[in-house]
């Protein structure tokens, strides 16, 4: 009984010992923990955040081809977090650590920050290629050339003098030349895309937009801070590690495209309104429709009799010789005649807002059809109308036509003289997108919510019925689609419409079917 006392009580103190000994151990640690640690460990943090941030938003159902391209920043902020973590491990630990183990982490570290520069990069062009800039190459181009400047390096300053072995001189290299092709391209690349994308998020939010570009700006510098300084470098200005520098640019970045995350929230919100609009457009339209139905039908037959009888009393009075006179005013009564006739065609048209069978039509040939019904409208306004995709749409043709010769129609007015109007034709995701824009006066901001009202209508008396953005909004809701109008005063005005493909329409279609 006395010898388990006296092993229980050897036991508990070697316990203590070793519990000592790691307390000691972890205290020593902690006093050999130097800023630099503390700058590394926060640098990694900061992108770590980024990508769960991002990763986090709900982006489903987004319309924005941030939401898109945003998975390749995070993906850099995971990667380039991981980086700068992994990085501490010899810091800390690199006297206790055999030289294989070194060498085994900073490899794996330099294949970490090759990774993350490429997501940058990528991220980047994808921002590029949305604004429909002709002049970016391919992914596949600018990667191999970058590829081919990496390995140039590295065989002129390591390979050729010592060869191909993996040491610590090489993978120093290595980050060095990864840092001067993807991570300062990468860094100019996304940089641009910001500050270029956030003048699209404008119209949608001014607040978001100005994030976007406060957050390219700081890519500027991160690019050229990570690229072109190599790590451990002291800025000789300030007596600071470029680390320090780095730290800060990668948290304006974070701090800014977080904010920036907003915007999907503002669009969910929009889309809502806008839905809650369209349902009380549509039940107005349809109760307008009807009255527009009887009152066409009603005015349309005696307008076809009294033209008829003008004509006859004008080939009668040609036959006895009639005064001039005369003869003007029944032209000019043949004119209201065939105006007031072309009113109840419109309202006709208007209140058959009915169900068609589709078929595949191209939007970017309707939109040529369009713009060559209207050739004589134009005159000499310029027309600059580029298409980059080839997909189709489920739609009637000439109905889609219609829509695009009243936008159209509506621009050129809004242009007395001359003007541009540019015509952009894309693929948005599931989306076939036309988007046109035109120089003219743009819209009043108190009018803008009216547009599509029947009967509204900015133009002098006698010009326009004010049923053209109405009925087009009808057509457009036929086939699935959605038309948003933006417009600054003084500045112009951008009409986007976008319709599903055809593989989307078939998926509306059997959703639709099932729910009957």
């Not at 990667?143 to 010592?162: K, M, N, P, T």
């Amino acid at each position: 009984m006395a010898y388990n006392v006296v092993a229980t009580a050897r036991g508990s103190n070697s316990s203590k010992r070793e519990l000592q000994i790691q307390i000691k151990y972890m205290l020593n640690l902690f006093n050999h923990i130097t800023p630099i640690y503390l700058l590394y460990l926060f640098y990694g943090s900061v992108f770590l955040f980024l990508g769960v941030s991002i990763v986090a938003k709900d982006m489903k159902g987004s319309d924005l081809q941030l939401a898109d391209s945003l998975w390749l920043l995070g993906m850099f902020g995971f990667l380039h977090g991981a980086h700068e973590w992994l990085e501490l491990g010899p810091l800390i630990e690199g006297e206790h650590m055999l030289l294989r183990e070194i060498i085994l982490v900073k490899a794996a570290a330099s294949t970490l920050v090759l990774l993350s520069f490429v997501f940058l990069l990528l991220f980047g062009l994808s921002l590029l290629r949305v604004l429909e800039d002709k002049r970016i190459p391919s992914v596949r181009t600018v990667i191999s050339v970058l590829l081919g400047f990496w390995f140039l390096y590295l065989w002129y300053y390591e390979i050729r003098a010592h060869g191909f072995r993996i040491d610590m001189q090489l993978l120093r290299q290595a980050d060095i030349a990864s840092r001067y092709t993807f991570g300062f391209m990468g860094g100019l690349a996304a940089a641009y895309g910001l500050i270029a994308y956030s003048r699209e998020l404008a119209p949608l939010s001014r607040p978001v937009s100005r994030h976007l570009s406060s957050a390219g700006i700081g890519m500027v510098f991160y690019g050229f801070f990570t690229g072109l300084i190599p790590s451990g470098t002291i800025i000789p200005l300030v007596k600071a590690p470029v680390e320090v520098f780095r730290g800060g640019s990668a948290f304006i970045v974070t701090y800014f495209i977080i904010k920036a995350l907003n915007i999907f929230d503002i669009e969910t919100r929009k889309k809502f309104e806008q839905h809650m609009r369209g349902i009380v457009q549509t039940e107005k339209l349809t109760s307008l429709g009807q009255l527009a139905a009887g009152v066409a039908h009603e005015i349309n037959n005696p307008l076809t009799n009294a033209s008829l009888a003008i004509e006859r009393l004008r080939h009668r009075m040609k036959d006895s010789g009639p005064e001039q006179a005369v003869m003007e005013k029944l032209e000019a009564v043949e004119r209201n005649i065939d105006k007031a006739s072309a009113i109840a065609q419109e309202l006709l048209q208007f209140s058959r807002q009915k169900e068609t069978e589709f078929i595949p039509c191209d939007l970017g040939r309707v939109v040529n059809s369009a713009l060559t019904l209207l050739n004589y409208k134009l005159g000499d306004i310029l027309v600059q109308h580029s298409v980059d995709t080839a997909a189709e749409v489920m739609g009637d043709p000439v109905k889609l036509e219609q829509v695009f010769i009243n936008i159209l129609s509506n621009a050129s007015e809004a242009m007395p003289g001359d003007g541009t109007i540019t015509v952009v034709t894309s693929l948005r995701g599931d989306r076939v997108q036309v988007r046109i824009t035109d120089t003219g006066v743009g819209i009043l901001p108190e009018h803008l919510p009216r547009v599509y009202d029947p009967f509204f209508t900015t133009k002098a008396v006698g010009i326009g019925t004010g049923l053209g953005l109405s009925i087009s909004y009808g057509i457009i809701r036929q086939h699935h689609g959605g038309i948003h109008i933006a417009s600054e005063v003084g500045k112009g005005t951008t009409v986007t419409i976008r319709i599903p493909t055809k593989e989307r329409y078939a998926e509306l279609y059997e959703k639709n079917s099932g729910r009957r």
